[in-house]
């Protein structure tokens, strides 16, 4: 059984809408991994304790708070592939 984490897999363009997370996919630990090598960034948006006090993190993620999605998104190419790791 593939067991699949919360990731959600955002791709940042100029004047994009927000969208509802039903319409976000998500992906396995191993499209993940795949997809890590091709420039995908892995950006941790969890909150204080639930970062802190998690034993799972994803190695080489940078840590972003989803709260300034505003600030940080502009520090990355319009065409660049985020994943949002956020539970």
Known sequence: MKRFLPLLLLFFFA????LHASDV???????LK?????????LDVR??????????????????SGDDIGKWSKDYKKDQKLVLYCA
């Open 25 to 31: 996919p998500t992906v396995s630990k191993d499209e």
């Open 15 to 18: 004047g994009a809408s927000l």
């Open 34 to 42: 795949a997809q890590l090598d091709t420039g995908t960034i892995v």
């Open 47 to 64: 909150s204080g304790r639930d970062w802190s006090s998690s034993e799972f993190k994803i190695k080489g993620a940078i840590r972003a």
